[in-house]
Structures are given as C-alpha cells and as structure tokens.
C-alpha cells in the first residue's frame, strides 16, 4: 500500500485515492505509487470498476511546481520515461471502467489524469483546465493529446494556449466532462456509475475498450479490423456462452457472468 496513493477495494470497486494534502501535488513519490496502484487494479480479479478520487476537498492541483522548477532539461527528459507520463499510462491502460471523480481543482497534471479515465464526474463548483503555458511550458502528461481527442483541436488549443480554469458549467458543454454533480455527491454519483459494472461481462468490457481506445490511433480501416479481432476473440469466452444462453432462454439483462 502506498503511502500517498492507495488501492481501496469494495464491493468490486477499486478507488485509487490520492491522499497528499492540502492540494495533491503530483511529485515523482505519487507518480511512482500511482504507476504501481495502477497495475494492481488492472491485475486484480476483484476489482471489476476503478474510481479515481482526490477526496472531498480537491481532485489534484498539478505537479508539484517547487520539485520542477530547478530540473534541467537532462532531469526531466529522463524523469518522464517512467514519471508521470508513464503513471498516466498505466491508469489509461487499465482495461477495466473508469471514472474519475472531481472535487475542487483537477488542474494540469490532475486533469491529465482525469483525462486517462474513461468517463469524468465533477462537482458544480469544481475548476479544471490545463494551465501549463502559465509557467512557460505545456502539458506533458498527454494534456494536447487526449483533451485534444476529447473535445478537438480548436477548443483543445483554446484551454491549452490561454490556461484558463474552466468552470464546471463550461467544463461540461465543451465535454471536458461528462456529468456535474453537487459537491458532496461526487464520490457517491461516481461510484453508482462503476458499480454497474461489476457484474458485467469483464472480457467484453475490456475488448470494448481496447476497441475504442485502440482505433483512435489509427486509420478506419485499420479500426475495423481491430474491432473484427476482437469481437472474434469474445467466442472464446466463457462470458459469451453464458451471455448468449441466457439471451435465448430469459431474454436480455438476465446474464450472469463470471467474467472469463
């Protein structure tokens, strides 16, 4: 267990939970319990869903500026071959639901973590945004690359060029999040949404997101073929067999799967 990111698990759920206060800097201590967390959740068989949380006060506020601010450009070239980038990789990589729950600020290297999830819950009041350019540099966690895949390019380049906090109302009609919550509520709305999940068909859950994730990457023809493969390899599940018995002997929404 880490001591300022931890792997909690109920009921099927996993919450990664950020625990550095006042604001959950990202130093190179959460980056690397964060890369660790990560894989767990992805290896476990008892976590169907993971929610990522800040607690009730903040979601993360960015890197931690005072560690940056003296590293050269030798220090940080080779920090980000297994720093945050590489953190960030392994909570994308995760092949199972997430969500991210936002409270307060989910600001530069917190919002790319938020944009590693799968879906973002946010409360009314929360603030998000990629203020990188403020210090003379820009996201490198995968803030161009994935807000730009989430919202476009033009609206994309607007938050990155002027790094703004984005108010949540705004936040939500530009699609940098998905869903607004009261301030209290975040954890609970996040976790309603994970729990449904946890007795869903985990194979199937995890090619759709290979699927999805996978053919952004690369060209529609090749996207398609991607989806062919795997939706091929689901007949080699157990859950496919369960799914489609139970289709044809109690109709839909009646499966119960073991997740294999």
């Known amino acids: 267990m880490g001591e300022l990111v ?12 950020l625990d550095r206060p006042p604001m959950n800097a990202l130093n190179r201590r959460i980056e690397q319990e964060l890369h660790e967390v990560a894989v767990e959740a992805a290896e476990r ?24 601010a003296e590293m050269s450009y030798g220090d940080m070239a080779a920090k980000e071959r297994s720093g945050l980038s590489a953190a960030m990789n392994a909570v994308a990589a995760i092949p199972k639901p997430t969500v991210a729950a936002l409270t ?35 996201p490198g966690a995968g803030g161009t ?11 994309a380049k607007d938050i990155i060029y002027t790094g703004r906090f984005v108010k949540a109302e705004e936040a939500l009609s530009l699609g940098m999040v998905d869903e607004l919550v009261a301030a209290d509520d975040v954890y609970a709305a996040a976790r309603r949404w994970a729990e449904q999940f946890v007795g869903g068909a985990a194979q199937a859950l995890a090619a759709a997101k290979s699927a999805i994730d996978d053919g952004l990457d690369v ?42």
């Open 6 to 17: 931890r792997l909690e698990v109920d009921g099927g759920i996993g919450t990664i939970r």
């Open 219 to 260: 060209d529609l023809d090749s996207g398609l073929k991607i989806e062919t493969n795997l939706f091929a390899a689901m007949f080699a599940t157990e859950d496919q067999t369960i799914g489609m018995r139970s289709f044809l002997e109690n109709g839909p929404g009646k499966a119960q799967f073991t997740g294999e």
């Open 145 to 155: 690359q994935r807000l730009a895949r989430l919202i476009g390019p033009s609206k």
């Open 45 to 68: 068989s008892d976590v169907r869903a993971v929610i990522v949380y800040g607690g009730e006060k903040v979601f993360a506020a960015g890197a931690d500026i005072k560690e940056m």
């Open 104 to 138: 307060g600020y989910a600001l530069g290297g917190g919002f790319e973590l938020a944009l590693t999830c799968d879906r973002r819950i946010a409360a009314d009041n929360a603030r998000v945004g990629q203020p990188e350019i403020l210090l003379g540099v820009i």
